[in-house]
């Protein structure tokens, strides 16, 4: 069993920052990849940004230089640090964790998801 909790969503207005966290647990044995994805209102989930265990990271093109994604691999935890927020970036951001678990199997999971709402 693994699992993956989010903390950090809420209320922010335009220009400000919010600094997302996720904690993973459970049957793990390494995290491959770590990543951030959001769904706004009425539209698809998307990818915000990853991070492999080596710390090589993406961006999607709407958040390259606003957010910054940091993974702690001892803690098996990942943050995003969002700065510059626009309204359009209001969403609810999920966590996601690409793993082997103990039983050496490979395995997708996600968070619960996170309310954030940047006003204009």
């Known amino acids: 069993q693994v699992q993956l909790v989010e903390s950090g969503g809420g209320l922010v207005q335009a220009g400000g920052s919010l600094r997302l966290s996720c904690a993973a647990s459970?049957?793990?044995?390494?995290?491959?990849?770590m990543g951030w994805y959001r769904q706004p209102p009425g539209k698809q989930r998307e990818l915000v940004a990853r991070?492999?265990?080596?710390?090589?990271?993406n961006y999607a093109d709407s958040v390259k230089g606003r957010f910054t994604i940091s993974r702690d691999n001892a803690k098996k935890t990942v943050s995003l640090q969002m700065n510059s927020l626009k309204p359009e970036d209001t969403a609810v951001y999920y966590c996601?964790?690409?793993?082997?678990?103990?039983?050496?199997?490979?395995?997708?999971?996600w968070g619960q998801g996170t309310q954030v709402t940047v006003s204009s």
């Open positions: 996601n964790a690409d793993l082997t678990t103990i039983a050496r199997t490979r395995e997708g999971y």
């Open positions: 459970g049957s793990i044995f390494s995290i491959n990849v």
């Open positions: 991070i492999t265990s080596g710390g090589m990271t």
